[in-house]
């Protein structure tokens, strides 16, 4: 039997092998987009999107066709105006 909201030709699974799927986007940052900003935005959409969740930026990461992966780390940066974090919905 498949969940409520699924089609029907979708096959269903006990165990799924994938949860969630991601894509992302990268830009270049917008110097004066502070967080004020995200929430006027927000009032255009948040009816269809009530829930909007705040998470830690994302290090800009840049890759190119036949280069080796990118490697992450951890990264302490003393910066004197907090990044705009991350957000979904």
Known sequence: M????????????????VVEV??????KPLALFRTPHVGLFWLK???????LQESVPIQPSFEEPG??????GIRF?????PPVPRYSC
């Open 22 to 27: 991601v894509l992302s986007i990268q830009f």
């Open 67 to 72: 280069s080796r992966p990118v490697k992450t």
């Open 45 to 51: 959409f948040r009816e269809k999107f009530p829930t």
């Open 2 to 17: 498949n969940s409520p909201g699924r089609e029907a030709r979708l096959p269903e699974f006990e165990k799924p092998p």
């Open 77 to 81: 940066e003393a910066v004197q105006i």
